[in-house]
């Protein structure tokens, strides 16, 4: 008898992260470092070993490199097993062709051969770019009880943003009647995560459709979900009304690294009840000196603090000397902040230094931009990166001492 899972989820891990802009030059979306300690993609694979799916499927394509090296064998999630565990799914040569995944379909569809070893009754959909805690196992105990084909994990979001989303029209008992992608005027706030749960031998089979259309642009929110719709399939809509956070623009970053501070953070990565686990360097205690300030922010360890630090998320191994002030910004690991030097509402990557007196982003305030550096470059001393400067390279700039 063969051995099967009852579901394997699919991490749509691929993403270019365009509207990252510098974070995104060489890694992966999933890969940019997220509050502290974290990495995007740690909060889906979390979900998944929480909820028991213990078989991952991780699509990656642009910039893998350090999303593959930052899995590796799965075990930070417990996902290291001898059957199922996580791996890593990249485009290859078939005998007939080889391509890039053409889209979200596509690429679910050219890794058909890994889902069906499993042979399993469901099949879990996921992007690899939000940030939330969900207990899949719940979606698909509704999506057993409504007997659907097709369930889609929806949130309401503000009508004024409707238009962004794909957005689901639904019936009282939550059957969805229409499915309307990113519509100009919304009937609807309820909103697809882009999650969903499939019986497996229907999603195969749509799938297997969806790839002999020559029209089709092999995308779900696109083709794949309103073929289902068209054809009369059972659609259901599940409720979620937790956090979740689409982490795909610089302001959506830094909102949600906010959103972790405070006494009662509006999202908690500390609930010891649902654990989100990553892959952490090892690293000293932070060291915080004698006149530092730090107030309502998150330092971890290895940080080595001796300024200022007021309303910031700061990664493994920053450091900020004598004098240096950083306030309402995101510093990820191993960035040094010199002395005398000054970063305000920005988001600094990693090993990153900020030369002496230099003065990087402005204060918060109506209209002004977040500054963002790339990683690896220098900021030289006394230069000034203005607020919403989006820098990639070794900085010079105009100098504050004229």
Known sequence: ???????????????????????????????????????????????????????????????????????????????????????????YQAKKKSSWFEGTANAIYQNMQFMKKYNPDYVLILSGDHIYKMDYAAMIKAHKATGADCTIAAIEVPMSEASRFGILNTNPDGSIYEFEEKPKVPKSNLASMGIYVFTASKLFRYLEDDEKNPDSSKDFGKDVLPAMLNAGEKMYSYRFNGYWKDVGTISSLWESNMDLLGEAPAFDVGDSDWKIHSRNPLAPPEYIGQDAVVDNSLVALGCEIEGTVVNSVLATGVVVERGAVVKDSVIMADTVIKQGARVEYSIIDENVTVEENAVVGKARAKGVGIAVLGRDITIASGATVAAGEILDKDYKGETNNG
């Open 1 to 91: 008898m063969q051995r099967k899972k009852e579901c394997v989820a699919m991490l749509l891990a691929g993403g270019q992260g365009s509207r990252l802009y510098a974070l995104t030059n060489n890694i992966a979306k999933p890969a940019v470092a997220f509050g502290a300690k974290y990495r995007i993609i740690d909060f889906p694979l979390s979900n998944c070993i929480n909820s028991g799916i213990d078989t991952v499927g991780v699509l990656t394509q642009y910039q893998p490199l350090e999303l593959n090296e930052y899995i590796g064998n799965g075990q930070p999630w417990d996902l290291d097993r001898s059957f199922g565990g996580v791996h890593i799914l990249s485009p």
